[in-house]
Nanobody
Framework: VQLQASGGGLVQAGGSLILSCEVS????????IGWIRQAPGEEREVVSC????????YYADSVRGRFTISRDNAKNVGYLQIVSLKPEDTAVYYC????????????????????WGQGTQVTVSS
C-alpha cells in the first residue's frame, strides 16, 4: 500500500487549501484514513480521521470547524479541506491508513496507523 499526499503550499493567514491523499495498491473499502501533522520540534498530532464507511469522523479541537475530511472510495482518494488557515497550522501534513474490519472505526492516535505517506508541507504566513 502506498499513500501520496499533495496539495500543500505557502498561503497567507485566512487562506484555504485542499490536501489530497492518493492510495494505491489496495482498495479503500476497509481502510480508515487520517491526516496527521507535525510542526518543527513538536510531536505528531492527529488532526482528522474518517472511517472507511465515511460515516464517522474525528477532528482535533484545534481544527474543528476549519478542517473538513472526506473521501472518494471509487477514486481511492482522501481529502482534507482547510479554511481560515492560521500560522499555527504550519506543519508537514501526512496522510495515513489503517485497515480495520469495522467500517465505522476511526483511529485517534498516530500509533494506530499501518501505512503512511511522505507528507506535504503547509506553511501559513501571518
Amino acid at each position: 500500500v502506498q499513500l501520496q499526499a499533495s496539495g500543500g503550499g505557502l498561503v497567507q493567514a485566512g487562506g484555504s487549501l485542499i490536501l489530497s491523499c492518493e492510495v494505491s495498491g489496495y482498495t479503500l473499502d476497509y481502510v480508515a484514513i487520517g491526516w496527521i501533522r507535525q510542526a518543527p520540534g513538536e510531536e505528531r498530532e492527529v488532526v482528522s480521521c474518517i472511517s472507511s464507511s465515511g460515516d464517522m469522523t474525528y477532528y482535533a479541537d484545534s481544527v474543528r470547524g476549519r478542517f473538513t475530511i472526506s473521501r472518494d472510495n471509487a477514486k481511492n482518494v482522501g481529502y482534507l479541506q482547510i479554511v481560515s488557515l492560521k500560522p499555527e497550522d504550519t506543519a508537514v501534513y501526512y496522510c495515513a491508513a489503517r485497515f480495520h474490519y469495522n467500517s465505522d472505526y476511526v483511529p485517534r492516535g498516530p500509533w494506530e496507523f499501518d501505512h503512511w505517506g511522505q507528507g506535504t508541507q503547509v506553511t501559513v504566513s501571518s
